[in-house]
């Protein structure tokens, strides 16, 4: 028997799933231990047939202060579709930029304060697998490259393409090719500030290709399948803390 649709039904539609949540950003120096020194607020969209897409406010207060909105857009099968990103940096206009992924390459249109218009294509091996965009929030998403079905401890991502090589995102945006040698630590449970989790914990532990080398980041996301970013250290001169402390 075919089902009759209430009035309701046939006027609205809701066939995603939202989070929303927030990330502080921490210092982990010793002489400013635990002062916020940023926070990130995000929306994630996971659809019916799959595909997601993540929308992220980004504030950085260390001088000069950066400030960055990025939409990423996944398909079914986690391959980047497309990016939108724009930064600020000591409060001022940086650079703002559309990115596009296809089979075997990507590109962008970007302007920025320093270099003008600039559009780029750059030949990739096949679909890009993942887009770092520098919203902590997406870091987690670059973790699903890890086969933990292999023997090895320490994997490679393979190519993958920044908005910025700068370690705080705060240059272009344009495209930038790396990889990511990336560590499974293990599973555990842990609480932050949003509530308690079964975990994944990896850690970064190389990054070829970048002009300067990243510290070691480890990266707790969740053990579901979605890959939520939970918390976050970096080691090194940048000593910073991430912890997930809503989540709606």
Request: proline share 4%; aromatic share 10%.
């Amino acid at each position: 028997m075919r089902k009759t649709m209430t009035d309701k039904e046939s006027i609205t539609q809701i066939d995603h799933e939202t989070v929303m949540g927030k990330i502080i950003y921490l210092s982990n120096k010793e002489e400013r231990k635990g002062q916020e020194r940023g926070r990130e607020h995000f929306i994630i969209n996971k659809h019916a047939d799959g595909h997601r897409k993540i929308v992220a406010h980004c504030e950085i207060d260390d001088r000069p202060a950066v400030m960055r909105d990025i939409t990423y857009s996944l398909d079914e099968n986690w391959l980047p579709t497309d990016c939108f990103v724009r930064i600020s940096v000591d409060d001022q206009f940086m650079g703002s930029g559309w990115f596009n992924f296809e089979e075997g390459y990507a590109e962008c249109e970007t302007t920025t304060a320093l270099e003008g218009r600039v559009s780029q294509k750059m030949a990739t091996d096949g679909r890009l697998k993942t887009f770092q965009n520098h919203a902590i929030a997406c870091d987690a998403w670059h973790l699903r490259l890890f086969d933990r079905n292999r023997d090895e401890k320490v994997q490679n991502s393979g190519e993958i393409l920044l908005s910025s090589p700068d370690h705080r995102g705060a240059t272009g945006p344009m495209l930038f090719p790396i990889t990511m040698n990336i560590e499974y630590v293990g599973e555990e449970k842990i609480t932050v500030g949003a509530g308690t989790f079964d975990a994944l914990h990896f850690r970064f532990v190389g990054t070829p290709g970048l002009p300067q080398e990243h510290p070691p980041y480890d990266v707790w996301c969740t053990n579901d399948g979605d890959y939520l970013f939970l918390k976050g250290a970096v080691g090194g001169y940048m000593q910073t803390y991430y912890e997930l402390v809503e989540l709606y």
